[in-house]
């Protein structure tokens, strides 16, 4: 039995992650007029990225980029545990298995996933061509200085923008004192914005981080 339902900001729809690299549930973050998913949030790592349409075959979400609602399927009940079912070795001895417990590394490594998190701070690789190039500046008027740039530099200062942009999405969804109305039409200026940067498209490694605006989206 399945039913189906209009997505809204601030809801939970299945997507592919693309750090996850597997269908996971996802918090919607930015939607257009049309009521179409744009960009979302992993419940599970914590990125956000592009919406991307769940890839496992049979996936009770069959929603393509942009498409205007979801299906969720009711799930079976886990089978209830049987008073006399024996406890697990590692239980009885007080201690997890060897294969839960966390290493130094692994604590320090959710601990910095938080803080990105919390932040609005994504990793994002520039292209392998542009590592220590330069971008050069050049005066209409003869007899001026040139001015050059670290490429890595203005990519910086790029992916700054766009987290500190991503970050204002979060605070408009999560605002109490806007109605969807309000929030739809705030998100319709963040994509216009989004729209405005992707001629830095170029510099980005992996496509998944492109700057995508509503033109592109309506396009997918």
């Known amino acids: 039995m399945s039913f189906i339902s209009r997505p809204k900001?601030?809801?939970?729809?299945?997507?592919?992650c693309t750090r996850c690299k597997l269908d996971m549930t996802h918090t919607i973050e930015a939607m257009n007029e049309a009521g179409e998913v744009l960009r979302v949030r992993c419940n599970s790592c914590?990125?956000?990225?592009?919406?991307?349409?769940?890839?496992?075959?049979?996936?009770?979400s069959s929603l393509r980029p942009g498409a205007g609602a979801y299906s969720s399927a009711v799930r079976p009940a886990s089978p209830p545990l049987r008073a006399?079912?024996?406890?697990?070795?590692?239980?009885?001895?007080?201690?997890?298995?060897?294969?839960?417990?966390?290493?130094?590394?692994?604590?320090?490594?959710?601990?910095?996933?938080?803080?990105?998190e919390e932040l609005g701070i994504t990793e994002v690789e520039i292209g392998d061509r542009w590592k220590g190039g330069t971008l050069v500046l050049k005066p209409g008027r003869e007899g001026l200085q040139e001015k050059t740039i670290p490429i890595?530099?203005?990519?910086?200062?790029?992916?700054?923008?766009?987290?500190?942009?991503?970050?204002?999405e979060q605070k408009i969804n999560s605002s109490g004192?806007?109605?969807?109305?309000?929030?739809?039409?705030?998100q319709q200026y963040i994509t216009g914005c989004y729209g405005s940067l992707t001629t830095f498209n170029l510099l980005f490694k992996n496509k998944e981080d492109w700057f995508v605006g509503s033109k592109e989206k309506s396009e997918a």
């Open 9 to 16: 900001l601030g809801g939970d729809i299945d997507a592919y």
């Open 84 to 116: 006399d079912a024996p406890s697990p070795a590692w239980e009885s001895k007080g201690a997890p298995p060897a294969s839960t417990r966390l290493s130094l590394s692994d604590i320090k490594e959710a601990l910095r996933d938080v803080i990105r």
């Open 46 to 60: 914590g990125s956000q990225h592009q919406f991307h349409a769940p890839r496992s075959p049979g996936s009770s």
């Open 152 to 168: 890595e530099s203005l990519f910086h200062k790029i992916i700054m923008i766009r987290d500190r942009l991503r970050v204002l």
């Open 177 to 186: 004192n806007l109605s969807p109305e309000e929030k739809v039409s705030l």
